[in-house]
């Protein structure tokens, strides 16, 4: 047991277990219209809506949990993500444009030490879909994560899609995102373990910034 704690401790400690969350993340000299911001309580009425208004379009892509543990309220949903700033293991942006929210970004699964990675998840509002937000949000997600010193300074950042949705697809391939291959029964989805295709970005990737190479191509 002590080497496999050892090695978990190796490969994952939180070397920097408090996340500097910043308020605002965007880029105004390469004009990108949407930026990122942490949610707050005070979102709860502008999410619900935008959220639900939307469960029909993001429903196939929704994911679950097989236990079909109790479900939490708005609050308490910001409470954890505060714990999970603090303990250094996930963060939750919503995607503003225009001071309102059209989607949401989030980075979770943080490992440190020797791996300094973690996993991306997004959604866009269907009425906002196709303007090229949701790269946009990967890219400035992917520049603070990995490039910005205010970041947990990841070296890697996983994107997981299910085979079928084209829209991620796309978005991947705007953001230049390595395709690594496809895992088995990875996610719970509608109601059943579903393969996903696994696509990564590395720090290296984009010395001049992600942002930067989106907004060139």
Not at 65 to 77: K, N, R, T, V, Y
């Amino acid at each position: 047991m002590k080497i496999l704690q050892y090695l978990h401790d190796a490969l994952c400690r939180s070397d920097r277990p408090d996340i500097d969350v910043p308020r605002f993340i965007r880029s105004q000299s390469l004009n990108v219209p949407i930026g990122l911001r942490p949610l707050t309580a005070a979102d709860c009425d502008e999410w619900n809506e935008v959220r639900w208004r939307n469960d029909a379009w993001l429903g196939p892509w929704e994911s679950g949990d097989p236990l079909h543990g109790a479900s939490i309220s708005f609050d308490e949903w910001i409470r954890m993500m505060r714990r999970n700033e603090r303990a250094g293991t996930g963060v939750v942006f919503a995607i503003e444009h225009d001071g309102r929210i059209v989607g949401q970004i989030s980075l979770g699964a943080i490992c440190y030490g020797a791996m300094r990675t973690g996993i991306v998840g997004y959604w866009i509002d269907e009425r906002c879909a196709g303007r090229g937000y949701a790269p946009m949000a990967v890219a400035l997600l992917a520049d603070w994560a990995m490039l910005d010193a205010t970041g947990p300074r990841l070296h890697r950042m996983e994107i997981d899609i299910l085979p079928e949705n084209e829209r991620s697809r796309r978005v991947v391939a705007k953001v230049g995102a390595r395709f690594e291959g496809v895992r088995k029964a990875y996610m719970y989805v509608n109601g059943r373990w579903r393969d996903h295709e696994s696509y990564a970005l590395l720090a290296g990737d984009a010395p001049g910034g992600f942002t930067a190479r989106l907004m060139r191509e």
